[in-house]
Nanobody, 121 residues
Framework: QVQLVESGGGLVQAGGSLRLSCGGS????????MGWYRHAPGEQRELVAA???????KYADSVKGRFTISRHNAKNTVYLQMNSLQPGDTAVYYC???????????????WGQGTQVTVST
């Protein structure tokens, strides 16, 4: 019920930076928590970062100090600034949002289609 469009992935060299964006849209939607997950080949999907409606942030230990999550509420958009990228960051990155449809909270949330991030040595 929330359409998510991701952008910003690509191929970069180790030490480089990328900024991912994910914008949501939908009728009568109020987005609550927003987050980024990633899924690398042979690995489990993991939470990279999340941000609540109040601006509280959470990061995976592996990205602390390198990644920054932020949001622009008026645009229903979440960003992930990724600095000092490492080959281990290579994965498909997915955004996810939890939201209210009217007054009803959707605990399942909605996923973006994913964007590939590849970090070369």
């Amino acid at each position: 019920q929330v359409q998510l469009v991701e952008s910003g992935g690509g191929l970069v060299q180790a030490g480089g930076s990328l900024r991912l964006s994910c914008g949501g849209s939908g009728s009568a939607i109020s987005i609550n928590t927003m987050g980024w997950y990633r899924h690398a080949p042979g690995e489990q999907r993991e939470l990279v970062a999340a941000i609540t409606s109040g601006g509280s942030k959470k990061y995976a230990d592996s990205v602390k100090g390198r990644f920054t999550i932020s949001r622009h509420n008026a645009k229903n958009t979440v960003y992930l600034q990724m600095n000092s990228l490492q080959p281990g960051d290579t994965a498909v990155y997915y955004c996810k949002v939890w939201y209210y449809l009217g007054t009803a909270y959707n605990a399942t949330g909605s996923w973006g289609q994913g964007t590939q991030v590849t970090v070369s040595t």
